[in-house]
């Protein structure tokens, strides 16, 4: 069951690695090779919520043929104090309604070795995030996994 929100935000891409395939190929429609495309996304944004700051993000993304995208998130969060996270987490992503948007849930696990934020670590984040990111437009919710 989903619990408080943690954070929210609304990350952008700085920056997209594509080995092979073309990511807008695919955002085209066209299909992965048989053993599907890998991108790296990096991603800023601020997130505010229990945790605020400014989230730097690598997320890499692999496409497989039958349309299902498995993800693996690491991310550090830094807070508006000035305190250190790391999140790492997986997420799976499927295409959404219009083309080159997605629908991304996951879960991650936090790690600090701040005092303040100590809660953090024991703490499982669920993550339901959507939208274009192409065209800019993405946003990302956190809630505690309770």
């Known amino acids: ?3 408080e929100l943690l954070y929210e935000g609304n990350p952008q891409l700085v920056e997209l690695v594509e080995y092979g395939t073309k990511f807008s190929d695919l955002m085209a429609g066209k299909p992965p090779g048989p053993e599907g495309a890998r991108f790296d996304f990096h991603l800023v944004g601020n ?3 229990k945790l605020t700051g400014r989230v730097k993000a690598l997320v890499t993304m692999t ?3 039958d349309g299902l995208s498995v993800m693996e998130m690491h991310e550090s969060l830094t807070t508006e104090d000035g305190e250190n996270i790391l999140l790492e987490g997986s ?3 499927l295409p959404g309604d219009e083309p080159g948007s997605i629908r991304v849930k996951g879960a991650f696990t936090y790690h600090t070795s701040s005092k303040k934020y100590a809660w953090a670590n024991s703490t499982i984040g669920v993550l339901e995030a959507g939208g274009n990111l192409p065209k800019g437009d993405f946003t990302a919710k956190v809630y505690s996994w309770d």
């Open 63 to 65: 496409v497989r043929p």
């Open 1 to 3: 069951m989903l619990g």
């Open 91 to 93: 997420a799976v992503s």
């Open 47 to 49: 997130v505010k919520g």
